[in-house]
């Protein structure tokens, strides 16, 4: 949806999201507040991670992305 999410580290285990380029990570209460402070003084910035997420998502884990990718692996498999 192009929105920006804050998640912990263990939130991402398996997404190779950066911090601060498709996410905000924050594993304890200051760095959640911290996070949240950094939504409201970087408007701007929150829309390039938004749409650097949107991107990322696209990219890497859209259903037709994957089944393309699956769909090689099985025919790889045939030859």
């Known amino acids: 949806l192009g929105k920006v999410v804050i998640t912990t580290s263990i939130g991402l285990e398996g997404i190779d999201a950066k911090d601060r380029k498709e ?22 910035a929150l829309l390039q991670i938004g749409q650097a997420a949107r991107k990322f998502i696209q990219s890497r884990y859209d259903n037709y ?14 030859e």
């Open 65 to 78: 992305q994957i089944s393309n990718e699956l769909l090689k692996t099985y025919e790889s498999l045939i």
């Open 23 to 44: 996410v905000l990570i924050a594993d304890n209460k200051r760095e959640f507040l911290q996070a949240i402070q950094y939504c409201y003084d970087q408007k701007e």
